[in-house]
């Protein structure tokens, strides 16, 4: 009888231990937003007043692409003065290194988003995060939902990509008509 129990004692520990990372992957499945098209975050937006509305997107990129009325810019990364030449390895997010196609300044995560995010909404309300082609949102959303965010939705293909191809409303606060060429990064310090 005792040889019986301890097998039996022993299989339930294997078949508990086995079952172990497919909790764990279970548990880090259920912490991410979930996604949804243009067109959902549109008609969410239209049936709810109090939507809020996250864009992630640089400064730059919020005033002059453009942006949905009413959205909050909170940027996930920021440029850094960390400049890279064409052809070197660089970071393209803080996550992705990649070689520089183009002379560029990296990018850094924002220390002070979920700073700003806390400051802005509660963890129960609907928040619907996009940027420009849905990568940056989709980090961004995630980090909503891992801390402790309980309605967190990634719109898709994002503003540029999506929003604005489907041809949903938008706004921008500048239209930039010509670039003054002073104005163009990197500045050419070799004069």
């Given at each position: 009888?005792?040889?019986?129990?301890?097998?039996?004692?022993?299989?339930?520990?294997i078949m508990i231990i086995s079952l172990l990372p497919k909790a764990s992957a279970w548990s880090a499945e259920a912490k991410l937003a979930e996604n949804?098209?243009?067109?959902?975050?549109?008609?969410?937006i239209q049936k709810n007043s109090k939507v809020i509305l996250l864009d992630v997107r640089t400064q730059p990129e919020f005033q002059f692409v453009g942006y949905i009325a009413g959205a909050f810019n909170i940027p996930y990364w920021l440029m850094s003065s960390k400049f890279t030449e064409k052809g070197k390895e660089y970071a393209f997010?803080?996550?992705?290194?990649?070689?520089?196609?183009?002379?560029?300044?990296?990018?850094?995560k924002n220390p002070d988003f979920m700073t700003y995010v806390n400051k802005l909404a509660k963890p129960t309300d609907k928040i619907i995060v996009y940027c420009g082609s849905s990568k940056r949102s989709a980090k961004a959303a995630d980090d909503l939902v891992k801390a402790g965010y309980e309605n967190v939705y990634n719109m898709l293909k994002g503003f540029s990509k999506g929003y604005v191809k489907e041809k949903l409303p938008s706004e921008k606060m500048f239209e930039v008509k010509t670039i003054d060429p002073k104005f163009i990064y990197p500045p050419d310090v070799s004069k």
């Open positions: 009888m005792k040889k019986v129990t301890k097998y039996l004692v022993l299989i339930s520990l949804i098209t243009c067109k959902e975050a549109y008609d969410m997010a803080p996550d992705i290194t990649q070689k520089a196609p183009m002379s560029r300044y990296q990018f850094t």
